[in-house]
C-alpha cells in the first residue's frame, strides 16, 4: 500500500518525468530504499548439497534484498530434512536454513508465498532443467540460473580447472595427470574438490585432505574417499567443503598452482586461467544436451575427448564436430582410458560381478562402466545381471535408475548404504568380482568371494599430448 508521504511524492513525479524518460517505478523503488523499506524476494535454492550451497554463499547470503526459504535436495539420497546451520547461513538467518526434498517444491512455493527459484546443481538434461521451471512458473514463481561468472572467485594463483560435460567422463584421472605434469615442472600444486557435503555441515566447512588419516577423521563417504584417495596417493593436498572463499585462502598459502577438481559436469567455482573440459564419446552429443556441461563446452580453452580407445569412430568424429562448431576457439586433444588389471588371466571364462563408480551409473546415465569393458576384453564368460541379489537402497537404486541392468553401482553415501552394497555383493552367485572403482572398495567392506581391481588412467591418444597444450599455455601466462 503506498503511504500518503508516497501519494504526494507521486503527485510531483508526474510533472517532473512526463517528459525525461525516467520510470517512475525505478524512481519510487529509490524513494522506498531511502525509506528503509526495501523490497524484499522470497527464494528456494534447488540443489544437490553442493553448488546450491556455494551459490548461496556467494550470491545471496548476507543480502537484505533476498530472503531463503530453503533449499531443495535431488541425486544424494538422504541429504535432505538437515539443516544449513546458522553459523554458515549468516546474520539474516539465526536460525539457519531447512533443507526440504525437491518433491516439495511446488508446495513450497504455493505455501511461502516464494518469489524466485534458483536452480542450483548439475548434470541435468536441458529438458528437465525447463520442467523444473514449468513447476516454478506455474506456482507464480521466477525462475532463474546464475550465470557461471558471476559465482567464480578470483585467486592470487594461477588455476587449472578441469570439468566435463558430463559425469563419468573421466574427470579425475585427468586431474591426476595434470597434477603429475605440474610437479614435474616443480610446481607446488593443491587441488580444489568440487563440494561434497553429506554429513554434519558444521565439520565440513573448510577441510583440507593429505593422508589415509584424514579421510577416516571427516569420516567420508565411498564417494568422497574415491576422489580423495588417489590425489592423496600422489602426494596432492586436496581441499574441498562448504566455503570455497576461505577455502581459496588457505590453499593459496601452500601451492604455487591450484587445480580445480570439478564435480558432476558443472561450471569451476574459482576463474580458471586454463579451463580444460573432457568429453565422453560414449555419450557423443550429450555436450550439448545437459546443463551446465554445454556451458563447460562453451568455455572450453582445452578439449580432451577421452574413451577413444573404447568408443566407435562414428561418435568421436561427432564430438570432434560439436567442439569445431559451437567451442571453435578450443584446442582438441585425443585420450584413452587406459584399462589395467592385475592378473587379468583370472577373468578368462569366469562368471563375474562388475562393481563400478557409482555416479558415473546413476545420474551419470552410463549403463556400464570399466569393469564390463575389462570383463569383454578379458573375455569372461558372462557379466552376472545382480538385480536379482539386490538388496535395501541398492534396490531401490536400480529401481530409480531403470538404465542399470549389468552393474552395481558403488553406492556409498552412508554406513547403511554401504552395509547394503557389501551384502548384495555377497548374495551374487558369481566366481568372480570386478571392482571398477577409483578405490580398494573390499579394504571398507567384508566380501565373500575371490576380486580384482580394474584401474584406469589418463593416457594420450597420438602425438598430440594433453602435457604439450598444458606446459604452452601455462608460458602463455607469463608473457
Known amino acids: 500500500m503506498i503511504c500518503y508521504l508516497e501519494f504526494l511524492f507521486l503527485l510531483i ?33 534447488m540443489g ?3 553448488r546450491d550451497f556455494h551459490n548461496f554463499n556467494i550470491y545471496f547470503k548476507d543480502n537484505p534484498r533476498y530472503q531463503v526459504i530453503g533449499f531443495t535436495a535431488t541425486q544424494i539420497p538422504d541429504i535432505e530434512g538437515r539443516q544449513y546451520p546458522a553459523e554458515l547461513a549468516g546474520r539474516l538467518y539465526p536460525q539457519g536454513i531447512k533443507i526440504y526434498h525437491e518433491n516439495q517444491l511446488a508446495e513450497l512455493i504455493r505455501d511461502n508465498k516464494v518469489d524466485l527459484v534458483a536452480f542450483s ?5 536441458h529438458t528437465e532443467v525447463m520442467h523444473k521451471a514449468a513447476i516454478a512458473m506455474a506456482e507464480g514463481a521466477d525462475f532463474i540460473l546464475i550465470g557461471a561468472t558471476y559465482t567464480m572467485l578470483r585467486s592470487q594463483k594461477p588455476v587449472v580447472a578441469v570439468c566435463a560435460v558430463r559425469t563419468g567422463c573421466g574427470k579425475s584421472q585427468t586431474t591426476r595427470k595434470i597434477c603429475g605434469v605440474l610437479r614435474g615442472l616443480g610446481k607446488k600444486v593443491v587441488a580444489v574438490r568440487h563440494p561434497m557435503p553429506y554429513g554434519d555441515l558444521t565439520k565440513q566447512v573448510v577441510q583440507r585432505f593429505s593422508s589415509y588419516e584424514d579421510l577416516d577423521n571427516h569420516q567420508c563417504t565411498i564417494e568422497e574417499r574415491e576422489e580423495y584417495e588417489p590425489l592423496i596417493a600422489q602426494d596432492i593436498v586436496v581441499y574441498a567443503g562448504i566455503d570455497y572463499g576461505r577455502i581459496l585462502e588457505v590453499a593459496e598459502k601452500e601451492a604455487d598452482i591450484i587445480v580445480w577438481d570439478g564435480g558432476n559436469n558443472d561450471t569451476p567455482f574459482y576463474y580458471p586461467d ?72 583370472q577373468i578368462k571364462g569366469k562368471r563375474v560381478l562388475v562393481v563400478d563408480d557409482g555416479p558415473t551409473l546413476t545420474h551419470g546415465g552410463m549403463s556400464f562402466g570399466a569393469g564390463t569393458i575389462a570383463a569383454r576384453r578379458y573375455e569372461a ?15 531401490e537404486t536400480y529401481k530409480r535408475y531403470p538404465h542399470l541392468n549389468g552393474e552395481v553401482p558403488a553406492m556409498g553415501y552412508s554406513q ?64
Not at 510533472?15 to 524512481?27: K, M, N, P, R
Not at 546443481?121 to 538434461?125: A, F, H, M, Q, R
Not at 598430440?464 to 608460458?475: D, G, M, V, Y
Open 13 to 45: 513525479l508526474q510533472h517532473s518525468t512526463a517528459d525525461s524518460g525516467v520510470s517512475v517505478s525505478i524512481i519510487l523503488f529509490a524513494f522506498r530504499q531511502w525509506q528503509g523499506v526495501a523490497m524484499v524476494e522470497s527464494v528456494i535454492i
Open 381 to 395: 564368460d558372462c557379466v552376472v545381471d545382480p538385480r536379482p541379489y539386490a538388496v535395501g537402497s541398492i534396490r
Open 416 to 479: 547403511e548404504q554401504m552395509y547394503d552394497l557389501e551384502l548384495t555383493i555377497n548374495n551374487a552367485e558369481c566366481d568372480l568380482v570386478l571392482f571398477a572403482t577409483p578405490i580398494d572398495l573390499p579394504k571398507l567392506l567384508s566380501i565373500n568371494k575371490p576380486s580384482l581391481r580394474v584401474h584406469y588412467e589418463y593416457q594420450d591418444h597420438g602425438s598430440h599430448t594433453l602435457e604439450k597444450c598444458l606446459i604452452r599455455r601455462l608460458e602463455a601466462l607469463k608473457k
Open 48 to 50: 544437490a548439497a553442493g
Open 121 to 125: 546443481y548439475s548434470d541435468v538434461p
Open 274 to 345: 586454463i579451463h580444460i573440459v573432457i568429453f565422453d564419446p560414449h555419450r557423443a552429443g550429450h555436450e550439448r544436451l545437459y546443463y551446465p556441461g554445454e556451458t563447460n563446452l562453451l568455455m572450453a580453452d582445452i578439449a580432451v575427448i577421452n574413451k577413444v580407445d573404447s568408443a566407435p569412430a562414428k561418435q568421436v568424429d561427432l564430438v570432434r564436430e560439436n567442439i569445431a562448431t559451437y567451442a571453435p576457439k578450443a584446442e582438441i586433444v585425443l585420450a584413452e582410458s587406459a584399462i589395467l588389471v592385475d592378473q587379468p588371466e
